[in-house]
């Protein structure tokens, strides 16, 4: 969950927030419509406080801080609610007046919040950019928080365990300095998610949960993996995607989980293409996607095709297989809904790259079945799931090392 509307932008004096309401109800200035915005974002009214913010800014000067200041709140709402189609060129450039006109913080701030969302959509090298000019800035301890838990985030999707706990190590003491509750809760769960399962290892013959530290110690080693969570095979520093080949992707992963016998040509039948009756159209249409993965595989493995199906035969080392316990599309959506904010269908289409029909049907097979809850109706429908899974799943992100 994220630690949410914590910034400057939306930081209230402490005391009674209902009698702060209460004092400035009446007034139809900017200054009251802001402050009004900001304490119902507090209090969870978050569609009101956009109306709210998003009147105070039309009121201030187009170059104002205050008016940057209503952007950044707004924006900082938004992705708490999961509204991913905000504009960030808008909140670039509140992030720039912020920075001109001295308010350090808000403008730090707007950076963490753009790069928030585009690690949620995958964007990892964007992410990392929006973060680089804040390293020279002094950073109150809950704005670093805020960004080394972004740079765990990163290093996650990036499969890079060691360098995700020194992020974290950095956030839990920053965090701590800040007294806020909820940050330090963010920072425990995110260290409680690298210490555990986050993939399935198949290797030779056998399966075991394994974590992120061992799967990095995997990555580099000079073992061919076939990583089914990812849709990628790696060696080293190679790397071949098949993420827009799912058919290859299947037919690898059978011929590894075979390894180092032959994978029969019925299992394959079987598991690539869903064959009961296998006939000699399969059969020739098996030996076509044989021929295709050869090409692709080239540069770490071979195919050598025996009596009764096919082996895999990798250059140098052993293979091995990751995957997760949740596939298919159902997986990648409860690997968003596992940060327990409410999303939207269009929101979750949005960072999976689907159609909003596509998700909306799976969502309505995940309810069905116990996993996820709905709330709200029409447009404002939102999801999120029952429980989280109990594995992490850090590996079904968008975001590929």
Known sequence: MDSTLNSAALALSSGDILGALNRIALRDDPDALAMRGIAMAQLGELPRARELLRS???????????????????????????????????????????LQRGDILNAAHASIVVARRHLLLGHLELAAACLADLDTLSLSPALSASKDLVLAGIEIRRLHASTARSALARAEYAAHRSGIAALMGEVAEAQRSLDEPAALLHHAGSTQPIALDGIERLLTSNVLVFDA?????????????????????????????AWPRAATREVLLSQVFGARHADESHRTRLRVEVTRLRKLLAPLATISATKKGFRLVPMAGDVAVLTHPMRG???????????????????????????????????????????????????????TALAVPGFPMSLLLPGVA
Do not use: H, Y
């Not at 159902?330 to 999303?343: Q, S």
């Open 329 to 383: 599309q159902d997986a990648l959506i409860m690997a968003l809904l596992a940060d327990g904010e409410l999303w939207s269908s269009s929101a979750l289409a949005m960072v999976l790259g689907l159609s909003t029909r596509s998700v909306q049907r799976s969502l309505q097979g995940l309810q069905e079945a116990g996993k996820i809850q709905s709330i709200g109706r029409a447009r404002s429908l939102r999801w």
């Open 56 to 98: 105070a800014a039309k009121k201030f000067g187009p170059e104002s801080v205050a008016r940057a200041r209503c952007v950044l709140a707004d924006a900082e709402i938004a992705l708490v609610s999961r509204d991913l189609m905000w504009p960030v060129a808008s909140l670039e450039a509140a992030g720039r007046i912020l």
């Open 229 to 257: 969570s990812r849709n990628v095979l790696r060696s080293g520093e190679t790397i071949v995607s098949l993420a827009s080949r799912p058919i290859l992707m299947s037919l690898a992963v059978g011929l590894a989980e």
